[in-house]
Structure formats: structure tokens, C-alpha cells
């Protein structure tokens, strides 16, 4: 079966998940994930990528980024895969690959669904049993949201700045966003849509994408296989 197409249309969110192949760790260590979040900053910059949140984990990483071009996206992860793959391989003296083979992606609504998904990111190492709290999980964006902290790879996104009309509003909105963790029906829906590229919205917003992209964004609904005729018996 084909893959899908990649489509990321200026002005949409996105987000993007990239593991390890096999599972395998790709950040033993925090100067590793220094290193990755300096290309990163490079590859947005570079190819005019937004990067609104993330999280580093030992195996994987999850984004949530707006391009302002098509391509941009795919051109940043690019850039940032060569250039991190390159740095750990020399590092650790292996050779091959690190990434599995290509990085998962969906179009993310922005009302009702955007800051959920940022919300997930963020939870990712309270859901992984690594700390209890997100704020203290160093490698993700939740402290820049939610205390202030400022690292030159964020922008935040419109839907964080409509919190409050102060930095200090805004802070205390979002940590009230996590006084309840997420229900196991959106953590389903986020998974569902990055596992199957498609989009992470509702109906209005899939028949939006699916003008915009030309690609279908609703699961083929499965039903009974079809039953097969038996050959006619030949007389002879």
C-alpha cells in the first residue's frame, strides 16, 4: 500500500512526531538534546517554520510547528535529521540509521483542538511515569508556557496568546488548563490522527483540509469482505 502524501498548507499546525527506529534511543544524554534543539532552531529559522511546543523524550520527539511555505516543514526536519544523525553517529561510533524512516505528521485544528494537542505534548513524560509534574521535566515547552521561559525556538501561537491580555494572565491560564489531565477519548483522537496522518479536527475542518490538500482526511469505514463467487462448472 502507497504512503499518503505529505501535505502541510502555509498557515496550519502541525504536529509532527519523529522516533528512533526500532524504538532505539536517539538522546542519551542532555548535551545530545542540546544539539537537536540547535538544529532545530536552525532548520525553523532557516525555512520559516513556527515551533510552538515540543518535548524531548529518550526514544522520540513530539512538535507542535506552523510553516509559512509548504515544504517547509519536510525541508526543517530534513536539514535537522541530517545534521543530528551525522553529530550522534560520530559521537557514539556507530554508523546507519538513528530516525525511523520517515517522521509522522497531522494538520491540527486551531480552536477547540490545538492547545489539547500542545496540552498532550507536555504531558507526554507525566503519561510516561518520568516526573508528576510536567513542570519538572526540563526538555519540553511547558515552563516556557506556563512560567515564561523564553528559548529562541518558540513562537508562540495565537491560541496561547488569546489566554490573557499579560504574559502573567496568559501563564496562569495555561497552568489552569492542567488542572485536569486529558480523557482518554482525546488522547485516542490525538493518537489516531498522527497514526494515520490524518487531520486532528472536526468534520468542518477535515472537509476544509481535504479542499485544501486534494487528499482524503476521513478513515475508510471497514465493512464485510465481499463474498467470492465460485467458478461455474465447466461440462464437458
Not at 505529505?6 to 526500532?22: F, S, T
Not at 512538535?63 to 519536510?74: A, E, K
Not at 512560567?147 to 501563564?171: I, N
Request: proline share 4%; glycine share 6%.
Amino acid at each position: 500500500m502507497s504512503r499518503r502524501h505529505r501535505h502541510c498548507p502555509p498557515g496550519l499546525a502541525v504536529h509532527v512526531i519523529q522516533r528512533g527506529n526500532n524504538r532505539q534511543i536517539c538522546f542519551v544524554e542532555e548535551a545530545n538534546i542540546k544539539a537537536y534543539t540547535n538544529w532545530l532552531r536552525e532548520g525553523a529559522e532557516k525555512y520559516s517554520v513556527a515551533v510552538h511546543a515540543w518535548v524531548f523524550m529518550t526514544n522520540h520527539v513530539h512538535l507542535l510547528m506552523t510553516p509559512s511555505d509548504s515544504r517547509g516543514i519536510s525541508a526543517c526536519m530534513q536539514l535537522l535529521g541530517r545534521h543530528y544523525v551525522r553529530y550522534f553517529n560520530y559521537r557514539y561510533r556507530r554508523t546507519g540509521t538513528l530516525f525511523e524512516g520517515r517522521f509522522k505528521s497531522c494538520l491540527v485544528q486551531t480552536q477547540d483542538y490545538l492547545l489539547t494537542c500542545q496540552r498532550y505534548i507536555e504531558l507526554n513524560p507525566v503519561r510516561a511515569g518520568m516526573v508528576d509534574d510536567p513542570a519538572h521535566y526540563s526538555w519540553s515547552s511547558y515552563r516556557t508556557h506556563a512560567f515564561g521561559l523564553q528559548p529562541r525556538m518558540w513562537r508562540a501561537h495565537p491560541e496561547y496568546l488569546a489566554l490573557g491580555q499579560t504574559s502573567q494572565s496568559r501563564q496562569s491560564a495555561y497552568r489552569k488548563l492542567f488542572a485536569d489531565h486529558l480523557n482518554n477519548e482525546q488522547i485516542t483522537e490525538i493518537r489516531r490522527a498522527i497514526n494515520t496522518g490524518l487531520v486532528l479536527g472536526n468534520d468542518r475542518f477535515r472537509a476544509e483540509a481535504e479542499h485544501l490538500t486534494g487528499q482524503r482526511q476521513h478513515q475508510l469505514k471497514r465493512g464485510p469482505k465481499p463474498k467470492t463467487t465460485a467458478s461455474p462448472e465447466i461440462l464437458l
